[in-house]
T-cell receptor, first 118, second 116 residues
Framework: SAVISQKPSRDICQRGTSLTIQCQVDSQVTMMFWYRQQPGQSLTLIAT?????????ESGFVIDKFPISRPNLTFSTLTVSNMSPEDSSIYLC???????????????FGSGTRLTVV | AQSVAQPEDQVNVAEGNPLTVKCTYSVSGNPYLFWYVQYPNRGLQFLLK??????LVKGSYGFEAEFNKSQTSFHLKKPSALVSDSALYFC??????????????FGDGTTLTVKP
């Protein structure tokens, strides 16, 4: 399965500032997914990032608040902009594990970024 | 739209007893179904999946899950629970259509506590 390196693992930020989270995958993947998870709660999909096109955002999430870059098939960034305490959460990236036959073998997640906005 | 329900926020079992964590789903067509586990302060770990084939799928750490199409369920089971199984468990569904290509929808999670 793919291996994802996500950083930073945690950060404490001042309100009004921005934080960029990076995910590096050890293999080429078509789609990368960005999730938000409140501690102990479920995951909510923020957006799907495809290489070479704009990210597709889910309801309630907008590009101005969560700009995403996908410069190549192994890397993506999510920026949390103009942060407020309500943005405090865990942010995770994910990729779909496809074998050589392009069958789904599950999903791999980054280790997460624990963000606290003060 | 696809959705997942985990009706129990909390499941408590004694060590050595069988455990079941329930999951029901709603999706158009045949689903991909997954179970993940999350230990405190750690990322999600893939446990098992159902794509096609046998309704009983076996996964990591002795867990298994049974796909029941008529009941739209995918309950997670283990014959004998360990204290180390205590964690937060998520069920997820992925549709096969192009509309939700690649997207997984997660349940709210079930906290499993196994007591010695």
């Amino acid at each position: 399965s793919a291996v994802i390196s996500q950083k930073p693992s945690r950060d404490i930020c001042q309100r009004g500032t921005s934080l960029t989270i990076q995910c590096q995958v050890d293999s080429q993947v078509t789609m990368m997914f960005w999730y938000r998870q409140q501690p102990g709660q479920s995951l909510t999909l923020i957006a799907t990032a495809n290489q070479g096109s704009e990210a597709t955002y889910e309801s309630g999430f907008v590009i101005d608040k969560f700009p995403i870059s996908r410069p190549n098939l192994t890397f993506s960034t999510l920026t949390v902009s103009n942060m407020s305490p309500e943005d405090s959460s865990i942010y995770l990236c994910s990729v779909e594990d496809l074998g050589q036959t392009k069958k789904n073998y599950g999903y791999t997640f980054g280790s997460g970024t624990r963000l606290t906005v003060v | 739209a696809q959705s997942v329900a985990q009706p129990e926020d909390q499941v408590n079992v004694a060590e050595g007893n069988p455990l079941t964590v329930k999951c029901t789903y709603s999706v158009s067509g045949n689903p991909y179904l997954f179970w993940y586990v999350q230990y405190p302060n750690r990322g999600l770990q893939f446990l098992l999946k159902y794509i096609t084939g046998d309704n009983l799928v076996k996964g990591s750490y002795g867990f298994e899950a049974e796909f029941n199409k008529s009941q739209t369920s995918f309950h997670l089971k283990k014959p004998s629970a360990l204290v180390s199984d205590s964690a937060l468990y998520f069920c997820a569904v992925r549709g096969r259509g192009r509309t939700n290509a690649g997207k997984s929808t997660f349940g709210d999670g079930t906290t499993l506590t196994v007591k010695p």
